[in-house]
């Protein structure tokens, strides 16, 4: 089975920094986009950056310039490294995993975790 996992939330206080990890295992996974999306208490779901098999990287405004996404020589890990944090960035932040194996056609999600900015 896929497992998805996130690691690396905390408490940081205003312009602190965080590394948030996404660790895919599975043998039949294969290259895949990884996704950061975040959701904070009473608020919708919103997209926070990706990036694809090859490297490229998307970030949504909120986050672009403060926040860079990566992943590990063997693609099994997605990092986004969380710089000069605001308060407003205070949520949950969620992986999300699509496998191109498949065409696209599933996604994977983890549990996610917490980021708590104090102010």
């Known amino acids: 089975q896929v497992q998805v996992v996130e690691s690396g939330g905390g408490l940081v206080q205003v312009g602190g920094s965080l590394r948030l990890s996404c660790a895919v295992s599975?043998?039949?996974?294969?290259?895949?986009?990884y996704s950061w999306y975040r959701q904070a208490p009473g608020n919708q779901r919103e997209f926070v950056a990706d990036?694809?098999?090859?490297?490229?990287?998307k970030y949504a405004d909120s986050v672009k310039g403060r926040f860079t996404m990566s992943r590990d020589n063997a693609r099994t890990t997605a990092y986004v490294q969380m710089n000069y944090l605001r308060p407003e960035d205070t949520a949950v932040y969620y992986c999300?995993?699509?496998?191109?194996?498949?065409?696209?056609?599933?996604?994977?999600w983890g549990q996610g975790t917490q980021v708590t900015v104090s102010s």
């Open positions: 990036i694809t098999t090859g490297g490229t990287t």
């Open positions: 599975g043998s039949a996974f294969g290259p895949a986009t």
């Open positions: 999300k995993s699509i496998p191109h194996r498949w065409g696209d056609a599933y996604e994977y």
